[in-house]
């Protein structure tokens, strides 16, 4: 661990890197799984992990990245026992599933925004997270795999902040689309869902180009939630404030770091309580030991996720990485979560 005197508070540094970030890509991108890694670790201990890790590994390459480890077998078995033997108390992973997020931002922006207007609080009692579960999970089956695709695929696009592939939803057409499915399956707690977005339309229009601030965060970027939640879990564990040393990210430019320090000084819709974080700086991996280990974290439990989704995750592999994973991870599959985290699904 890394403690330096910031004014005349002393704070934890926290090094961070992800893996699967594709922005506000939250559907048909490359990678469904999301994963930000993190470590405690100081300089002199990341480099000599870094080390041990191309001595056992023949690694020749400029930096050691965990794409390429993974891919071969018997570097991967030996990424995941130095993992087990010299990581598991110095290391965390975060997980997103971007296809959940998406629908839980469905909750998020539409439906929490009417609520809180009407003076309902949809989070103290997990009423917005337990909608967000009933529709990820029951929405396929209530509509039909190629209609549900459709609203979600057409809710991302509408409320990303730019889509470079293919043309962006317009208000119009998602209105039109949630008009026709709110009324089109038989599953009652679905259909209260729809009756409940439809009710809150009127909050759409905040995410069109007439109306999108200039200066207004990436709303669908899981690199966002998933720094706060990252500090607030070391926070947890050391009870000071978090200094956050991350990997260069074009979405973390002085505003985006600006509003994700002031934000989390108040309770986010997915992450329970506040947390102090100081300062978020930026650091390139190629240079900083500690940003290396993070890539490798994140690849390893991005790994690891897309397997457990895959069904091909075998018992004995992720079980000394369970105590890595945050319980807070955005995360909906009731399989894959349990043998990820060992932990029973929300």
Request: aromatic fraction near 6%; proline fraction near 3%; include cysteine.
């Amino acid at each position: 661990m890394t403690t330096v005197a910031i004014g005349q508070r002393l704070v934890v540094q926290i090094s961070c890197d992800e893996s699967g970030s594709e922005g506000e890509n939250l559907v048909g991108g490359s990678a469904r799984v999301f994963a930000h890694g993190s470590t405690d670790l100081d300089a002199e201990a990341a480099a000599a992990f870094i080390d041990d890790l191309r001595r056992a590994t023949g690694y020749e390459g400029d930096e050691v990245k965990a794409t390429a480890l993974l891919r071969s077998t018997a570097r991967r078995r030996t990424l995941l026992h130095l993992f087990e033997n010299l990581l598991r108390d110095h290391a965390r992973i975060n997980l997103v599933d971007k296809a959940y997020m998406a629908v839980a931002k469905v909750i998020d922006l539409v439906i929490e925004e009417d609520a809180c207007a009407r003076g309902v609080d949809l989070y103290s009692d997990m009423k917005a997270r337990d909608m967000a579960l009933k529709l990820f999970r029951d929405g396929p089956r209530a509509f039909g795999a190629e209609r549900w695709h459709r609203l979600v695929n057409e809710f991302v696009s509408y409320v990303r902040r730019t889509q470079r592939v293919g043309t962006k939803t317009t208000e119009r057409e998602l209105l039109q689309t949630i008009d026709d499915l709110r009324l089109r399956n038989t599953r009652r707690g679905v259909t209260e869902i729809m009756q409940l977005l439809w009710q809150g339309r009127d909050y759409l229009a905040q995410y069109g180009p007439d109306q999108r601030r200039a200066d207004s965060a990436r709303t669908l970027d899981p690199l966002i939630p998933a720094i706060v939640s990252t500090a607030r879990v070391w926070h947890e564990q050391y009870r000071l404030p978090i200094e956050i040393i991350h990997d260069k990210q074009a979405a973390l430019d002085e505003r985006a770091v600006s509003q994700i320090i002031d934000g989390a000084k108040y309770p986010w819709p997915w992450v329970a309580a506040k947390v102090p974080i100081v300062a978020i700086k930026q650091a390139d991996s190629r240079h900083d030991a500690r940003v290396q280990v993070a890539d490798l974290v994140a690849g390893v439990g991005a790994w690891l996720a897309a397997q457990a989704l895959q069904g091909t995750l075998a018992e004995s592999v992720v079980a000394p990485f369970r105590s890595l994973v945050v319980g807070e991870s955005l995360w909906a599959d009731a399989e894959s979560w349990e043998l990820l985290s060992g932990r029973g699904a929300y």
